[in-house]
């Protein structure tokens, strides 16, 4: 299959060229081509001639987004709106990846994929705009939503608490913000099976458990074998500039009845841990 990915360079961009490379792929990223930019996206799609576009490229920092909601939109929304409309001259299919910040993270009982999008920041609308323009505009679709996504080689959330706990021997993180850690081959591996199939829709694909940050942390403590003092911590004492959704758990139904289930998230997490100290 003729594949182009957007975003290429990033931690799920370059795991999708690692489990898709026996296909005809075309990877393409900033600077050579900006996704707000329709006639950058036009150019890079006519010459490849996809059959299937997988648009991981956003602006993914939600702080920045609340800071500057109008680059957020242009990048996020309108720049989705551009790759969408590619695809429909192109007549290919699209992969969108979306997130769990399209809800409003107050349902304890977490989100399946057809509940309604009511985001609560500015990261959250323009993803929601960006899921929108998708349904409007293609018949031929996948939206995948994950969350707190994490790979080998980049700066994330693990890498922040071990640099943090090895620096001063403790921590302090909130407990009151729940989601579900992904790791991002395994997140690649889903969507290589998923788009196997065409079966077009909306999906959750996450490691199968949810946890608070706080205790994500806990554990990623435990498994590095890390000594250090972690304190639970109210959100409204780490003030940010966006707020992310307290509860923004993921169920993932419409993959599991295609036989695509991502496996738990502390298993995950200890293949993270080896990889990134083979690194």
């Not at 992969?95 to 989100?111: K, L, M, Q, R």
């Not at 942390?217 to 500039?241: C, D, F, K, M, W």
């Amino acid at each position: 299959m003729r594949i182009l990915i957007t975003g290429a360079g990033g931690q799920l961009g370059r795991a999708l060229g690692r489990v898709l490379a026996g296909h005809d792929l075309t990877p393409v990223d900033l600077p050579d081509v900006d996704v707000a930019d329709r006639a950058s996206v036009v150019a890079a799609v006519a010459r490849a001639r996809p059959e299937l576009v997988i648009h991981c490229a956003a602006y993914t920092d939600v702080d920045g987004c609340a800071r500057d909601p109008a680059l957020a939109h242009r990048v996020n929304a309108l720049g989705t709106l551009n790759v969408a409309l590619a695809c429909q001259s192109a007549g290919a299919a699209l992969a969108h990846i979306s997130t769990n910040e399209v809800f409003a993270g107050d349902d304890p009982g977490g989100y399946e994929e057809w509940q309604t999008r009511a985001p609560r920041n500015a990261y959250g609308r323009s993803k929601a705009a960006a899921e929108a323009h998708v349904e409007a505009l293609l018949n031929r679709y996948y939206i995948i939503r994950t969350a707190w996504l994490f790979a080998p080689g980049g700066r994330n959330f693990i890498h922040a608490i071990l640099r943090r706990a090895r620096e001063t021997g403790a921590v302090r993180v909130v407990a009151d913000e729940v989601g579900n850690p992904t790791y991002a081959p395994d997140l690649a591996e889903a969507i290589a099976r998923l788009v196997a199939t065409e079966q077009y829709g909306v999906y959750h694909f996450v490691n199968s458990g949810a946890c608070s940050r706080w205790a994500f942390a806990a554990e990623i403590l435990r498994q590095a074998g890390v000594t250090a003092r972690n304190t639970p911590i109210l959100s409204s004492a780490y003030p940010r500039a966006s707020t992310p959704p307290p509860f923004g758990a993921l169920h993932n139904y419409n993959g599991a009845a295609l036989g695509i289930t991502l496996r738990p998230w502390p298993e995950a997490l200890a293949d993270y841990l080896r990889d990134e100290a083979a690194l």
